[in-house]
């Protein structure tokens, strides 16, 4: 076994132990869980570079602003964007309706947004350098095509997010439905955020993305300012119908683009 696949192994075995145990502290009542759990990736990341001897040559830690200032844009609009359209076709199909006024709504997304925003963006960090920042570099390494990268990195992406979903009230939906969706969901952004990290050479066009959509997403779920009629169909958060739609036509305009 080589280097480059030993280190992997280490690195994702040791996420998923870190994440489960985060996971089983979280179903006991202690939200320290919580903090386990997602910096589970960050904390194997480290060992690996640090430890184990990957370094960090191929982190994508250069900013590369002025060739990629159009990808950072892009991660600052897209999440806001992308949640006004759900939301709006939600609210027609009658899957979902807003909770307050027009006039007390953006008051209180905006007060939401500026309390999660620096906590979310280091918690996308913790993510982002290891999905991302180490395994998607790894297997281009490994010679791995685009398209297969992508979708292996997605579908560990997704897995270590179960022991969150399996410990908490993460979703009201049953899980033969919602367990599907929620996978088919992450691969769609799993090729959205690996086009993104292939082409901005940088790790950190993903951070934002990522930091954004979940400033965003809590704000609006902790804030209570939109109420679900069918939560499968109209959820905001990564498993919902709608999103998930939107996701694959997202991900389809990026890998065109590409072709």
Do not use: C
């Amino acid at each position: 076994m080589n280097k480059t696949i030993r280190n992997i192994i280490i690195f994702y075995a040791g996420t998923m132990l870190l994440a489960i145990g985060g996971g089983l502290v979280m179903a006991s009542g202690q939200y320290a869980g919580g903090l386990l759990f997602i910096l589970s990736p960050l904390v194997m990341v480290l060992i690996v570079r640090f430890v184990l001897g990957d370094g960090w040559k191929d982190a994508g830690l250069s900013l590369n602003l002025k060739e990629s200032w159009g990808w950072y844009l892009f991660a600052l609009l897209l999440y806001p964007i992308i949640f006004l359209i759900t939301i709006i076709i939600n609210m027609v199909l009658g899957f979902t309706t807003i909770t307050m006024t027009v006039g007390e709504l953006l008051p209180a997304l905006l007060t939401g947004f500026a309390f999660q925003l620096l906590p979310r963006m280091f918690f996308a960090l913790s993510e982002e350098f290891a999905w991302r920042g180490y395994l998607e570099p790894r297997f281009t390494t490994m010679g791995m095509p685009d398209l297969q990268r992508h979708l292996v990195v997605g579908v560990l992406w997704g897995i270590w997010h179960f022991p969150l979903i399996f410990s908490t009230d993460y979703t009201n939906v049953s899980y033969l439905i919602f367990l599907p969706m929620f996978m088919i969901s992450v691969l769609f952004l799993a090729i959205i955020y690996g086009q993104i990290r292939k082409s901005s050479r940088s790790v950190w066009p993903e951070v934002l993305m990522h930091g954004m959509a979940n400033a965003l997403g809590f704000a609006i779920l902790e804030g209570n300012l939109i109420a679900y009629n069918n939560e499968w169909l109209g959820s905001i958060a990564t498993g919902g119908l709608t999103i998930t739609v939107i996701y694959g036509l997202v991900a389809l305009i990026i890998w065109a683009r590409k072709k």
